[in-house]
């Protein structure tokens, strides 16, 4: 996959790109910078355009092009654009090492960038370091930090910063940078649209992920819509449906059906295409024949079984057979059952303790008839006259 090599092959994120040429070309570009976001958004390759920008200029210069080679296409590090991997052993050493290069600028005729990655990785008392550092940045030195854990920054660290939030792209976006890259490659991609879509889906339209398929195959290659689907385990609609349908059915089904199933991202947006039909509201990712074949198949499932699975599958960060499966059991119209105690046992034993105390009962209020032995010891004894 080919990095970016100036501004205008980034697709997608024009707020961010607009925001970043402007102040480019103004001059006035904050002088630390946190970017954050989901991976694969394009935090690095913007970053070393940045860096690029700032020390080189113009991207026809041959300095330009050879610190492309250089920094970008071989990750490495030169005079002016430092790279540095701030999640190694809580990045401490790091961070010594990158309040040098920020101290270090007297011999400097251009600008230094300095880019930490995974910089969620530092500990706090290697955010500590940078914190004397970031306080008062040199004119000539610019810090750029990424992370996909923004929360994992200190709150003083993340306030001497200017933050950049990068999400995934539109799906019509990265349906275009799927097609630009298919036809630089030369693909014949059966079912163009449709698997390009799929592919979109998949990759939450995240561009890494979905370059990396599209990259896969080499230059002038037939792909088979079949190949693409096997090779990242998409679910499609139909094949998604009937477990679906079985929330309002057998659950022995549905959990074989899961055993079996492939996890795949794009479950979620199956759930909620389904959940947009049941609720009346439109679904512009549904072909009209998945359309009919929900409404016939859905039709004994509640919005309610639907929203709880689809809560119960975006719970935790990461989809996993057994996440599936307790999404499922929750939503299944069975588990108000499952969960409702067995009161039989311990309603036997209340009748029993009771009929038990109603016979003491009873045999405490019932006079027994005094002996004749009784009689002769108590009674009085009368004379005759």
Request: glycine share 6%; proline share 4%; aromatic share 8%.
């Amino acid at each position: 996959m080919k990095r970016p090599y100036s501004f205008e092959d980034i697709k997608g994120q024009e707020g961010v790109v607009n925001f970043l040429q402007g102040h480019l070309k103004a001059g006035t570009l904050s002088h630390f910078i946190i970017m954050e976001g989901p991976e694969g958004t394009g935090k690095t390759s913007i970053a070393d355009l940045i860096a690029l920008s700032l020390v080189y200029g113009d991207p026809s210069s041959p300095e330009y092009k050879k610190a492309y080679n250089e920094v970008v296409c071989n990750s490495r590090s030169n005079d002016y654009i430092k790279r540095f991997e701030c999640s190694v052993e809580g990045g401490k050493d790091v961070a010594r090492l990158i309040k040098d290069e920020m101290s270090n600028t007297f011999k400097l005729q251009r600008p230094k960038v300095i880019i930490c990655d995974e910089c969620h990785g530092l500990t706090d008392q290697a955010q500590d370091v940078f914190l004397s550092k970031t306080e008062f940045i040199p004119s000539n030195v610019y810090v750029i930090m990424l992370t996909t854990e923004y929360d994992k920054l200190k709150a003083s660290l993340k306030s001497r910063a200017f933050p950049m939030h990068f999400m995934p792209l539109k799906r019509a976006e990265m349906i275009q940078l799927l097609r630009d890259e298919a036809m630089g490659r030369q693909l014949n991609i059966q079912h163009l649209e449709t698997t390009l879509q799929m592919i979109a889906d998949w990759s939450e339209c995240k561009p890494r992920a979905g370059l990396n398929i599209i990259d896969a195959f080499s230059v002038g290659s037939s792909v088979s819509a079949d190949t693409i689907r096997s090779l990242i385990g998409y679910l499609d609609t139909r094949e998604t449906v009937p477990l679906l349908k079985s929330l309002s059915g057998s659950m022995t089904f549905g959990l074989s059906f899961i055993d079996e199933m492939p996890l795949s991202a794009n479950l979620v947006t199956i759930v909620i295409e389904c959940i947009n039909f049941k609720t009346g509201n439109p679904s512009y990712k549904l072909k009209l024949s998945d359309v009919n074949y929900i409404r016939e198949q859905l039709m004994q499932v509640s919005t309610d079984q639907l929203v709880t699975f689809l809560y119960g599958i975006t719970a935790q960060p990461k989809l996993t057979k057994a996440c599936i499966i307790n999404a499922y059991i929750r939503a299944h119209a069975s588990f108000s059952v499952l969960t409702t105690p067995d009161t039989s046992d311990k309603l036997q034993d209340e009748l029993i303790q009771r009929a038990n105390t109603e016979i003491e009962d009873t045999e405490k209020t019932v006079s027994k008839a005094p002996t004749f032995d009784k009689l002769f010891d108590t009674a009085d004894i009368v004379e005759g006259s």
